[in-house]
């Protein structure tokens, strides 16, 4: 009796075991999962994974199911030899071209880049799984809600596999496996033995073995395999997977470690196993459940939609507060024997800027804050770069650089800018004001805008008309890097920025009674020239130089979007500008544009009150310069014209920048006024978002019926007046959740709110 109470006991433990294993990955499909019938045949069309530290592409190369493994900080940080000695200095660069010998520069600063393998990120290794015996899967599904990939066969045959949502950990859990499907660790190829190609520039990447490791072991215990790799230096990493196969299941755990953190891939490895799979789902879910409901957007063109979506899954899967910043392909890098596209460093000269766009209105603050906590620690980095190169005190961070932020230089104009820090520093200016926490203006905002306009300040000087003037001036990427690019009147780029600088530090002193230090940037503000116009009234590269070349950079047109220092909401002459700038865009056409150009132009033509421009211009993006896993890939895929550019070097500014044009169509109010549904084209008569956040720490939901805005719900986190532009048209409204009263005064609504409070304007239409 016994003996059949502890087999019944055995056996209803194994389908209680089983229940749970069901129940441990439940899924949740969206309309906007990517779904395909076969596995990708490229790494950069691998459905993505990740958690701002680890990261995971799922494909299938030579007959392998492969999952390709990255972690952030995986870095050759070797240093270049030509950013050192007496000629490392602007200076110099200035003499050379008053002296119109521009080879030695180049030689100096833009040839190393191009040439040497490092500094570079690299990558990790990969887990591959044999196809030969199970044959191919027939559907691969990315479920969207729950961050997990999965993988079935026409046998029956179930795997699923997420990188953990917060732990840097990634797991697998495979159902009715076969024999013969069990995991494998491949690493790259660095052996030294081949000295590989090295004509291959930082766009295709050049050989991982030009790096010149000793290639690492790769260990086999029983059901683990640990692959050490030493790198450059000290450097080194291990990559750890470790499974255990119950029945006809198996569930595996891999992690990645670097030199440079103290975590340990084999310990982490080991203590998710000890929590287990169903444990580390929870957690799992627990962020991504909060990450979709911080806010949500519903339109009806199908194509945005979806790739709205994607966008915002791919943001939160590398992006966080405690992680390094996004850099040009996070923790996606390359996986074909080769250094990432452009090397996979920090472009702060557009890329990482465009990358956290999305941050903002889209409620994700914290996500934004691994950008800002690193480009506050790098602070002293940066001050050393500005004091050796520049010759002056305050802040500059070069416009491309390591992960600690040392500069790679490369094309000098524009990643040795003056004004790279001017444009970062909107950044914590924007956390500010979106957020609105005084802690964070007093500690971080202020601090760093003040370093900043305190280098702009030294680094400029007056003319002989008390003019405030750059030495040499540029506007990425024009001209590329010959000595063409470099002008010798102010570009509206860098004045644009230095604008900012000033004005935005102003405009903080005075929040913190700072009265004396927002007099000083005001007036260092009223001493800068007026931008510089065509004909038409757009505005030009420089004096004497119009937008008559296509170009992928809108670098000429910073003062409209990012910076509003020109804005539809100024008035007509504003207004005339910013069309003359369009319309110009538009002309010259996109031949030499990349697809974030596209985003980007989007974004611009939101602002201009353009919602089928801004509509039409994402839609291109969408359409023809991703990957069908949704990856920005630079060059027109479609081969339609819509650009001459039709590589596919894969970055992810683009992506985010797309998601940022979808924000400003639904909500804007970088003028300290709330306008909703300001640029939607006509046909949107039913549209809808959620939680969108906006200046003033106020978080806004909204909702459009039958082509007429029905309510706005307005959550007032910290308090203070709330300016919205009317949003009913020719109908009155009720308001419920306050008893203050309202004032309706050229059409803007101002109300006093109080910290935690919701009001709900409802049309009585």
């Known amino acids: 009796m016994e003996s059949r109470l502890s087999l019944l006991c055995f056996l209803l433990s194994l389908l209680l075991l089983n229940s ?19 596995l990708s045949q490229t790494w950069d069309e691998g459905m993505p994974l990740g958690n701002g530290v680890v990261g995971s592409l799922v494909w299938e190369k030579e007959n392998h199911l492969r999952m390709s493994l990255d972690r952030v900080d995986l870095w050759d940080l070797r240093p270049s030899d030509s950013l050192s000695g007496p000629n490392y200095s602007f200076e110099w660069v200035y003499q050379q071209v008053m002296k119109k010998d521009y080879l030695p520069v180049q030689k100096k600063f833009d040839h190393p880049y191009d040439r040497l393998p490092a500094p570079s990120k690299i990558p990790g290794a990969g887990i591959e799984f044999s196809l030969e015996q199970i044959g191919k899967p027939q559907s691969v599904h990315l479920y969207l809600n729950n961050a997990v990939c999965e993988i079935t066969w026409a046998n029956n045959m179930k795997m699923q596999t997420f990188v953990h949502a917060v732990e840097p950990v990634g797991w697998f859990y495979i159902e009715n496996a076969d024999e013969s499907f069990i995991p494998e660790l491949v690493a790259p190829v660095y052996n030294d033995s081949q000295a590989g190609e090295s004509d291959l520039g930082p766009v295709t990447g050049q050989d991982l073995r030009r790096l010149g490791y000793i290639q690492g072991d790769v260990v086999k215990e029983g059901n683990r395999i640990i692959y050490h790799q030493k790198g450059w230096g000290n450097f080194y990493y291990d990559v750890v997977v470790e499974w255990k196969k119950s029945g006809n299941t198996l569930t595996g755990v891999w992690s990645i470690s670097s030199s440079l953190s103290e975590e340990k891939a084999v310990d982490k490895v080991r203590e998710a196993l000890s929590r287990g799979i169903q444990a580390d789902y929870q957690s799992h879910m627990v962020y991504w459940d909060n990450f979709w409901k911080q806010s949500s957007v519903t339109i009806p063109d199908e194509v945005l939609a979806k790739q709205y979506a994607n966008e915002m899954y791919k943001f939160g899967s590398v992006a966080r507060e405690y992680s390094y910043p996004i850099s040009l392909q996070a923790v996606w890098t390359a996986d074909n024997g080769k250094l990432p596209p452009w090397k996979g460093d920090y472009h702060h000269d557009l890329n990482t800027q465009l990358s956290y766009w999305p941050c903002y209105t889209g409620n994700y603050l914290y996500e934004g804050l691994g950008y800002l906590n690193t480009l506050w620690e790098q602070r002293e980095e940066n ?56 802690d964070f203006l007093k500690k971080r905002a202020y601090p760093y805008l003040k370093e900043v306009a305190t280098f702009l300040e030294e680094f400029t000087y007056l003319d002989e008309d008390g003019v405030r003037q750059l030495p040499l001036s540029s506007s990425p990427e024009i001209y590329d890097n010959s000595i063409d690019a470099w002008f010798h009147t102010m570009t509206n780029y860098d004045l644009s920025l230095i604008r900012f600088a000033f004005s935005a530090a102003s405009e903080l002193a005075g929040e913190l009674s700072l009265t004396d230090e927002s007099m000083h940037w005001k007036e260092l503000y009223g001493q800068l020239p007026d931008y510089e116009l065509d004909e038409q009234g757009g505005l030009t590269f420089a004096k004497g130089f119009p937008y008559n070349v296509s170009h992928r950079h809108f670098s000429n047109a910073m003062a409209i979007h990012p910076l509003g220092l020109i804005d539809w909401g100024n008035g007509e002459k504003d207004r005339q500008i910013i069309k003359a700038t369009i319309d110009n ?31 039409k211009e994402l839609r291109t993006f969408a359409e023809h310069f991703c990957l069908k896993n949704t990856f920005h890939a630079n060059g027109d895929q479609t081969k339609s014209g819509k650009s001459k550019f039709t590589y596919r070097p894969f970055t992810l500014e683009g992506n985010f920048a797309f998601a940022s044009g979808i924000q400003e169509m639904l909500l804007q109010s970088h003028t300290g006024i709330v306008r909703i549904f300001p640029a939607i084209p006509v046909s949107w008569d039913d549209v809808s978002f959620y939680n969108l956040r906006t200046y003033g720490a106020f978080l806004i939901s909204a909702q459009k019926e039958n082509g007429k805005i029905s309510q706005v719900t307005v959550f007032s986190e910290k308090g203070g007046v709330l300016r919205m532009d009317y949003p009913f048209g020719d109908y009155p409204f009720t308001i419920e959740g306050t008893e203050e009263s309202y004032e309706l005064k050229d059409n803007i609504i101002e109300l006093n709110t109080i910290p935690g409070q919701t009001v709900v304007f409802t049309s009585e239409s």
């Open 383 to 438: 001050r050393k770069y500005t004091r050796e190169y520049f010759g002056e005190n305050g802040l500059n961070v070069p416009g491309v650089c390591t992960l600690e932020g040392v500069p790679m230089a490369g094309w000098i104009q524009y990643s040795m800018s003056p004004t790279i820090a001017a444009w970062l520093s909107q950044h914590f200016y924007l956390h500010y004001k979106y957020s609105m926490d005084e």
């Open 20 to 38: 749970c294993s069901n129940r441990n990955i439940k899924l949740t499909p969206s309309n906007y999962d990517l779904i395909f019938n076969e």
């Open 585 to 615: 865009f538009d002309e010259v056409g996109p031949d030499y544009w990349t697809g974030y150009s596209y985003s980007w132009f989007g974004n611009m033509k939101a602002r201009a009150m353009d919602g089928e421009g801004a509509a």
